[in-house]
């Protein structure tokens, strides 16, 4: 850790989660002096924004971060909470960064002469070259819906939520089917405790499929070696993630399966008023369009298995067990009992800190592989920065790679023209 900070550097690395953990361990490697800027502590999301029960999705054996793989005794398992944060702790210990905690960058700027000035709230230093490691998951994003809900009714983020003990008595309302809202909802669900789901256009894939995990399968269809650069996945990088769990020891989120054992689905919200939560009445289709997209995964599966001849156990397709009998469009929340409201409704990036004209239209920044066009400027550890993996354990340390390496050609060709500006 740093205690202090120099008036320049060659980098620096704004957020120290595994992101720019990865980035620092490549700059030690090729001897770049640098700081990485971390606004709470590093890595702290996995400590801070998750759930008591919260587990990898992913298996373990996807955990790859640079020079520290996973390597305990379950690589086809889904390590819980405390095992996350011990993996990562390792890591943290294992790089030893030189990481200035609390401390929150407010603006990165070009300067007229070339570099940076990075201003953080421990005071403003230069450098030569930036990378940008603060996530997508920078703010939770709620509705403003929310602020007409009644004052007796508890809300909270995704981020916020710990346990169904810690919500007071009565229905939950859980909003967004993505993995969180799943998750969380089936959390509840087991507690026994009264859900009701608003649902979304979340797709859904199956854990085991022909006697593996769909992860296993998908790895050897060379699922996760596919790239952006590939036609028609420019787009994936806003796509919501598949639900599914790997809670004790992995399995299928079904929706079907809870409203058939009482917790009640809705279509996406569209509002509240009168204490009532409005929906649309697309419950059914949300519902199908989840199954068609499981289908179609174990079907590509299906198709491998046949073209390689191996020998696996039968599939079939997932039919209904549940169809919705009406669509419902609005609920009274006081009337229904419900008295907390958890918003699974994803986060938003905070880049209000880059003064940097990099971004496209939708907010993503404009870059290949993290190098972006403004020469020194690079960004690391976004959903489909690169390959599915680049936003996860699996994929974030070769993009750290080939971002260091790039940049450390860039710092290379600095040196020459700085003599030459100098007179040298
Ligand atoms: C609920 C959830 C479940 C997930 N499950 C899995 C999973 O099963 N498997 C998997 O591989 N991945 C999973 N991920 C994805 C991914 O692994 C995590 O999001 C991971 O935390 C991303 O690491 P990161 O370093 O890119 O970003 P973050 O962990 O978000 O780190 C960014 C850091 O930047 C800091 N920061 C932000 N702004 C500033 C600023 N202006 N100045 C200084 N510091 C700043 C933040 O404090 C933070 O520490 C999950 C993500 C979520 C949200």
Not at 42 to 61: G, I, M, Q, S, Y
Request: hydrophobic letters at 35%; aromatic letters at 10%; charged letters at 20%.
């Amino acid at each position: 850790m740093l205690h202090y900070l120099k008036q320049h550097y060659s980098t620096v690395v704004i957020g120290g989660g595994q992101a720019g953990l990865s980035a620092s361990h490549y700059l030690k490697t090729h001897g770049i002096d640098h700081v990485v800027f971390e606004k709470k502590t590093v890595a702290h999301k996995w400590k801070d924004e998750r759930w008591d029960a919260f587990c990898l999705v992913t298996p373990n054996w996807q955990c790859q971060l640079p020079d520290h793989p996973y390597d305990g005794e379950d690589p086809h398992g889904f390590m819980v909470k405390d095992q996350i944060i011990a993996y990562v702790d390792h890591f943290v210990k294992k790089v030893d960064a030189p990481v200035l905690e609390g401390t929150s960058v407010t603006s990165v700027e070009k300067m007229a002469g070339g570099g940076f000035t990075v201003e953080t709230s421990a005071g403003t230093v230069t450098a030569d070259s930036v990378v940008l490691a603060t996530s997508l998951y920078s703010r939770p994003a709620v509705p403003r819906a929310a602020e007409r809900l009644s004052d007796s009714i508890i809300q909270i983020h995704t981020a916020d939520y710990r346990n169904p003990a810690q919500l007071p008595e009565g229905a939950v309302m859980v909003v967004g089917s993505g993995q969180s809202g799943c998750q969380i909802a089936e959390d509840l669900h087991l507690a026994g405790r009264k859900v009701h789901m608003v649902t979304g256009n979340a797709p859904r894939c199956a854990r085991f499929y022909r006697g593996r995990d769909v992860v296993d399968w998908l790895a050897d269809v060379g699922q996760y070696d596919i790239t952006v650069a590939h036609e028609g996945m420019t787009k994936k990088k806003h796509d919501t993630n598949h639900y599914l769990t790997g809670r004790d020891g992995g399995r299928d989120i079904d929706l079907r399966k809870f409203a058939l054992e009482g917790m009640e689905l809705y279509g996406r919200m569209e509002g509240v008023a009168n204490g009532k939560m409005l929906f649309a009445a697309n419950l059914k289709s949300n519902l199908d369009n989840a199954d068609r997209v499981y289908n179609g995964i174990n079907g590509l599966i299906d198709r491998y298995i046949a073209e390689k001849g191996i020998d696996a156990p039968a599939g079939s397709p997932y039919l209904p067990l549940w169809e919705p009998e009406c669509e419902p469009t609005e609920l009274d929340l006081a009337h229904e009992g419900v008295t907390s409201v958890i918003w699974a409704t994803g986060f938003t990036p905070d880049w209000s800190y880059v003064g940097l004209p990099i971004f496209d239209g939708t907010g993503y920044p404009v870059q290949q592989r993290g190098v972006t066009g403004i020469d020194g400027i690079y960004v690391l550890g976004l959903p489909w920065l690169w390959t599915w993996g680049s936003g996860r354990f699996l994929a974030v340390g070769k993009d750290a790679e080939h971002v260091v390496t790039h940049l450390t050609g860039y710092l290379g060709g600095l040196q020459p023209a700085l003599k030459q500006m100098a007179g040298r």
